[in-house]
């Protein structure tokens, strides 16, 4: 017997009333769009329509799925979207090169969940910047990011490694308490990332915090090992926390990396930072202070970054914004407020400015 169209589709719709109750899901398509004009001066001063000034710019999806029972399915694909060009950024693997052509490398991950947290396997932020992602100001974004200071370019010369894992890892396995890695009460994160030969792959890592009423406070520490035969490691911990007083929150972190092992005879780096972050009807206005300092085989690279900016809420979605920064660098440091090509003598200073609007979807 041949069905009308009609009938079809009737005995599909019954088929999905019959199915259990449990077979939920849901995709969400998300993004932010975020264009600004900016003003950079390292060796030499440049205009520029840039990107990634209040927010970086994204493209994902995500998803869910109830399982019943207490039990549910996720994935979350995310990419990094370049609005001034309509391209995506070449983005840099832990040792592996440049990925061209849009890709899903800012996080890609599947995920089982139940009452007692959340196992995550993927490409995914490491718990270590978790505390920088929380407790800067500038939410590690644009030319006010905290961690523009954060890891010395000379850190890991003379080691013959990498060390590929500030910020994300590749092949990590993670489990996250049922607070998550940034909600409220008490949150938690430990990660394995797998070498698979790759030098800069190999991480493990954890990460314990509390946010309750005004304040957060959160613990990290991870190990990264640089070379292929795993005879050079980094080790990193660090703290970070914020207090709200009302009228203003006031933040911190304080990080630091030792590089040992192999025969290298070490470098390492300390960081901490102050900001503030005040609200005021529908303007934000935030403030930090970085300093950087290095020891061991990079002893003498120093450096300071203030940073300031004031947003303006248009909606829900969109707000404008103002950045100013600066870094002043000493010895042979050469940290610069962006990623941008433009060079920078080391031991010379960077500043920059962006204005720009950001739209969240």
């Given amino acids: 017997m041949t069905r009308s169209p009609l009938t079809a589709a009737a005995a599909l719709l019954a088929g999905a009333a019959c199915a259990p109750a449990f077979a939920q899901s849901s995709v969400t398509l998300f993004g932010v769009v975020d264009v600004n004009v900016g003003w950079i001066k390292n060796d030499e001063s440049s205009w520029q329509l840039g990107t990634n000034g209040m927010a970086t710019g994204r493209l994902g999806f ?5 399982l019943g029972g207490g039990l549910r399915a996720g994935f979350w694909l995310e990419g990094e979207i370049n609005p001034d060009t309509g391209t995506s950024t070449a983005s840099y693997g832990n040792g592996d ?19 007692w947290g959340e196992i995550r396997l993927g490409r995914d932020n490491t718990p270590t910047h978790w505390n920088w992602a929380v407790f800067d100001p500038f939410g590690t974004t644009g030319v006010g990011n905290a961690q523009n200071i954060a890891i010395d370019r000379q850190l890991t010369q003379g080691t013959g490694g990498v060390y590929g894992t500030l910020v994300r890892a590749n092949n990590m396995a993670s489990y996250v308490l049922p607070g998550g890695t940034a909600g409220s009460g008490l949150v938690g994160q430990l990660s394995v990332a797998a070498g698979e030969d790759a030098p800069g792959n190999k991480y493990a890592g954890g990460r314990i915090g509390y946010s309750a009423g005004p304040y957060n406070v959160a613990a990290a520490y991870a190990e990264t090992w640089l070379t292929a035969d795993n005879s050079v490691k980094a080790k990193v911990w660090n703290i970070g926390g914020w207090w709200d007083f009302g009228v203003v929150r006031v933040s911190g972190i304080y990080n630091q990396i030792d590089i040992s092992g192999g025969g290298f005879p070490g470098s390492q780096q300390d960081n901490w930072f102050i900001g503030a ?3 005021l009807d529908l303007w934000r206005f935030n403030i930090s202070w970085g300093d950087a300092r290095g020891g061991g085989t990079i002893s ?16 829900v979605r969109t707000a404008l914004y103002a950045i100013y920064s600066t870094i002043n660098n000493s010895g042979n440091a050469g940290y610069r407020v ?3 090509s433009s060079p920078l003598t080391p031991g010379h200073n960077s500043q920059g400015v962006q204005v720009g609007v950001r739209h969240i979807f």
């Fill in 62 to 66: 995500r998803g869910i799925e109830d």
């Fill in 97 to 115: 090169g440049a990925i061209g052509g849009f890709n899903f490398r800012r996080r890609s991950t599947v995920s089982l969940f139940n009452p």
């Fill in 277 to 279: 972050t005040a609200p």
């Fill in 300 to 315: 003498g690279n120093n450096a300071t970054q203030f940073a300031i900016s004031a947003n303006y809420e248009l909606s």
């Fill in 338 to 340: 962006t990623n941008a």
